[in-house]
């Protein structure tokens, strides 16, 4: 969170730093302080001799099947069945998103409680066919962003979706409370990164409308924007 909360306070141009990063630092030219952080201005003094760095290769020692987990299976089967294997063409698709707010309500609440109250959101995305796209620090909680359709549309990826969002609503917490956004709309689905890291993404309106309404729902509720309601109305009561 604090590296959030830094990225938010320096302006263009500027490092935000904490204190304890600010004092590690032979010369710091000192620009301005906020809150609890310290605000510079990158000058020469500050640059990397990359001729000094010595980089050795490690044996990592892992197999193929330690990694998968860290990339959605949707994504590695089109990855694999595509001619070129070493990046997803962008495009518009239309998809249906589930932002998923997970707030504490118990000074109890410990990492371990969190890693199991996630785990059980994830499940109930996975087994809906959705995928999770990020999980993110949120100032109240955290929030998982999961989409449906965005990678392989199915024809019913708005029931899936659905279904997805009531699942979670269900999950039984003393630590947690949990509230979905749900939008649907066209987004430009890609890659974005470089070549030594990249991410499968989405942009648009309906994600930033399925976040806000995250925020506005209830506690254990789901709130739905007109297109996702028509696109599930003949299976659910607004």
């Given amino acids: 969170l604090a590296a959030y909360r830094a990225c938010d306070l320096a302006k263009s141009g500027e490092l935000c730093l904490s204190k304890e990063l600010a004092n590690s630092l032979p010369t710091t030219e000192i620009t301005r302080r906020e809150q609890d952080f310290v605000i510079v201005t990158?000058?020469?003094?500050?640059?990397?001799?990359?001729?000094?760095?010595?980089?050795?290769?490690?044996?990592?020692?892992?197999?193929?099947?330690s990694l998968l987990k860290y990339v959605p299976d949707s994504l590695?089967?089109?990855?694999?069945?595509?001619?070129?294997?070493?990046?997803?063409?962008?495009?518009?698709?239309?998809?249906?998103v589930a932002f998923v707010n997970v707030q504490p309500v118990s000074r109890d609440a410990q990492p371990e409680h969190l890693q199991q109250h996630l785990a059980k959101i994830m499940n109930a995305i996975h087994d809906s066919s959705g995928t999770v796209a990020r999980i993110d620090p949120f100032g109240s909680g955290h929030k998982v962003l999961a989409l449906f359709g965005a990678i392989v549309a199915t024809g019913n990826d708005s029931l899936r979706a659905l279904k997805a969002a009531v699942e979670i609503s269900k999950i039984e917490s003393e630590h947690f409370e949990t509230r979905v956004g749900l939008t649907s709309g066209p987004l430009l689905c890609?890659?974005?990164?470089?070549?030594?890291?990249?991410?499968?993404?989405?942009?648009?309106?309906?994600?930033?409308?399925?976040?806000?309404?995250?925020?506005?729902?209830?506690?254990?509720?789901?709130?739905?924007?007109?297109?996702?309601?028509?696109?599930?109305?003949?299976?659910?009561?607004?």
């Fill in 42 to 65: 990158p000058s020469p003094a500050f640059a990397v001799n990359r001729n000094t760095l010595e980089l050795q290769q490690i044996e990592l020692g892992y197999s193929d099947d």
């Fill in 76 to 96: 590695l089967n089109r990855i694999m069945g595509t001619s070129n294997q070493s990046t997803i063409e962008s495009e518009h698709r239309n998809v249906h």
């Fill in 190 to 238: 890609g890659e974005v990164g470089s070549q030594h890291r990249c991410e499968f993404t989405v942009m648009g309106n309906a994600v930033n409308m399925a976040a806000r309404l995250m925020t506005k729902a209830d506690p254990a509720g789901l709130l739905l924007d007109e297109q996702f309601y028509q696109a599930v109305a003949g299976f659910c009561r607004a």
